[in-house]
């Protein structure tokens, strides 16, 4: 077990006024079995009302609208936490046996699936060795995609980012009929916010992270979960506005006490 | 089955123009009608002046073929057919507000005209039976409309309009005032908030005219745009 | 039923009193937006007091166990639990939304209104074809059709007990009313050029609900709002809305969606307003689903089912595989992911060759596709150039449910003009006739 603080920011800048401004942040992280919430505030700029629900994935849901031009939208996260990653996550959705929007294969995808098909691994040891042949061909590159980029798009050009290796590898494990997760969260070595994904044992959750290919560990910090990126955005918005461009500048920092 | 008192953004900007597009063509129709009377025995090129009231050049060999343009083509932004198919435009988003049976005088009206193109009858004849379409209209929606609020934006539309007609034509002041008095009583019923409330630097501004009486016509490119910013916002808030 | 009279105003003037009133659906051909008439036959759909009481039962307890099935697969999944529905079939649908799981919607109710569409089998027997209930439309032609017809040809209508089918304005309302959460009722359109957009706009104007379109609708405090021309705000307390699940919310669906309103699923799934008919309904009117409704009548309700399915084979399971394939030739097929009449192949049509592509198309995707009997039904007299001639027909009822399940006493019965095709859907040209109900 581990306890830690955790500061979360995101500044948005937009080049010209926005107006009705809609937003749903998944910033909040939830309590669960493996982390539990010691306290966590949620600061948002301009000051506006915001409401809080919890979403079919368990995620916490924060709402608001800004009627009124602003040029920026600034949310920080103060939290404090435990995280025990030896216990055990069990709540479990049919859905997550399913293709998703993101994680649908496309011919490539089942092409390769049958090249490196392994029906003897057990669920978490399919993560690990379909990461690890899967970064024999493919390579991280930052800003290689965009959030809308999908598993099969992802995986043709062969390059991209922690969340198309999330997709893949969610991609893959369901063509086996294995039940798997999206997580959006949080390390211990900060900066802007991860993704990894968490496969069912028959039993319960476990995390393993497709990018670094590690098995999750207490340094990790879930703050949405759902099928595929489409239901953990951290954050999502609709304005109204001439704005051309937005900014967003993320920044997190972590300290284990 | 009554209305909704309560008026969205959308519905008060249909409304408005609702009010002003039938009748930019039931008074088109009307002034056209006026010179078509002129034109036959007067001055066949009497039509000129007409469009030059509205600041356009004679493009057409007769009489004949300028009222064709400006009674039925729709692809003459300035013709009457034009005015009533955004009339229909306008009032198709409209319907549970004005009712089915005032919109189906719009469809009516626009068969009418269809009629009148391909008709032998003489063309006012053929005209005639638009003006009561028309008047079933207005007589529909005043019967249909509880809210008052409704009922003034259309009316500001309708009578905006019409004061623009007029005044572009030189009307007699004493119809112009008449007109003018209406909307006044249209502007004082709109909310100060809603985005039909009155600029007040523009009214004034037409109050002034209006007290030149007669004189008015030497003023009355004023009194146009005057009309035309009506509603702009006052200033910044 | 010989002493009925049928309207004697003829097809034309009828027709021209639609057109005066605006009955058209807007299509767009070759990029360009037009609007079109339905064509209407004079000619009813004339039911007698004891079939429509026999449809009625049949059809409130179809709804009833839909209703439950959707509540049970977005809470417990009982149904699935108690392998009565193989879970593939639920939840490979595109009508099944995670995103909606746990969520209740006021008094459990998810499908408000449900289109359910049957045809009359030449053995006299009726047949559910399909259930629509997520946005099905068409229940004003029929009745704006009456008012006109009743207008035109008032002598039909004194002698022979047929139920005034005017009330379904009222029925609409209240089953609104039921589940509104505070606030006006509203229906929400994607705007004029949508095909139905008629229907929206008579029915707003019939109910008494604002007609919104997502423009000015917005969500704060987790509560639905709709702007006003002063500035100010009126709440919405139930949205009948007119777009699909997939278009309604680009902070939870469709993120590109320009015709939703941004948290409306946070604002319902708060409770704060009553989304008409239900998120994630496709789930249930799914057409693999279909095959499985009996089962569910007997599974939630203990009842016997009082409407038969046409004869349905699912490919997915081996003997019905095995009857599909050997018997294409005779059998109509259904691609379960399409709608509105496409996406519908009678094997009589197709050649040899195509057959034999259309069994192994079965054989890789089993799951995709459902197989029926061709059902021969009744035909229905319909004027075509001033002479009756016989055609297709079949009849989508409406089935409310607020406070009661109830059945509108008419519903819309569509016609293939073309003499050999089965199709009647209206985007593919057919026309409709009024359903008349009799009282004894």
Known sequence: ?257 | MGTISIISVEHSDRLFWLGRYTERFFTTLKALEKLYDSVIDKDQYGYREYLSAFGLSDVYNDYKEFFKSFIFDRSNESSAAYSLSRAYDNGIVLREEISTEALSFIQLALDDLDRAQNSNQGLRLALHPIEDTIFGFWGCVDDHVCDNETRYIIHCGKIIERLDIYLRLKYPFEIIDAEFGRLCRCLSGIPKNSPYHYNQKQLSSLVEIMGLKDGYTEQKDLAVSSLEALFEPTGRS | MENISFPSANVKEINELLRRYGVKFGIYKNGEFKEQLFPFDTIPRVISADSFSYLEKGLIQRVDALNMFLYDIYHEKKIIADKIIPEEFVYISSGYLPQCEGITPPKKIYSHISGIDLVEGKDGEWYILEDNLRIPSGASYPLIARELTRTASPDCFSQSGIVDNRNYAELLRSAMDSVNCGGINAILTPGRYNAAYFEHSYLAELTGAALVQNNELFVEDNMLFQKTYTGGKTRIGALYRRISDEYLDPLTFNPCSVIGVPNLTEAYRAGNVAVINALGNGVADDKGIYYFVPKMIKYYLNEEPILKNAPTYLPFYEEDRKYVLENLEKLVIKDVAEAGGYGVVFGSDLTAEKLADFRQTIINEPRRFIAQEVIDFKDLPIIENGEQVMRKADLRAFVLSGEKTRVWASGLTRFSRNPDSFVVNSSQGGGFKDTWVLSR
């Open chain 1, 1 to 257: 077990m581990k306890k830690i603080n955790f500061v979360f920011s995101t500044k948005l800048t937009f080049d010209d006024y926005v107006e009705e401004h809609s937003i749903a942040l998944r910033c909040i992280p939830p309590e669960t079995e493996t982390q539990h919430i010691v306290s966590c505030q949620l600061e948002i700029t301009p000051l506006i009302s915001t409401n809080r629900t919890v979403d079919a994935f368990g995620n916490n849901v924060t709402s608001g609208y800004i009627a009124k031009p602003h040029r920026f939208l600034d949310f920080e996260v103060r939290c404090t936490a435990e995280l025990d990653k030896t216990k055990r996550r069990t709540d479990f959705m049919p859905c997550y046996s399913r293709f998703s929007e993101y994680t649908k294969p496309d011919g490539a995808l089942y092409d390769f699936h049958r090249q490196i098909k392994n029906d003897s691994l057990s669920p978490l040891e399919r993560a690990k060795y379909y990461s690890e042949r899967l970064h024999e061909i493919m390579s991280y590159e930052t800003n290689s995609t965009t959030i809308k980029t999908t598993a099969a798009q992802a995986f043709a050009q062969k390059k991209g980012v922690c969340q198309d290796f999330s997709h893949i590898i969610l991609s893959l494990l369901r063509i086996d009929g294995i039940p798997c997760r999206y997580i959006a969260g949080l390390t211990e070595s900060g900066g802007e916010t991860h993704s990894w994904i968490e496969v069912w044992t028959g039993e319960c959750w476990r995390g393993f992270d497709p990018t670094s290919v590690i098995f999750v560990e207490d340094e990790y910090i879930t703050l949405s979960q759902g099928c595929d990126f489409g239901d953990c955005a951290i954050d999502r918005g609709v304005m109204k506005g001439a704005f051309t461009r937005q900014m967003q500048l993320v920044s997190s920092r972590i300290t284990v006490e």
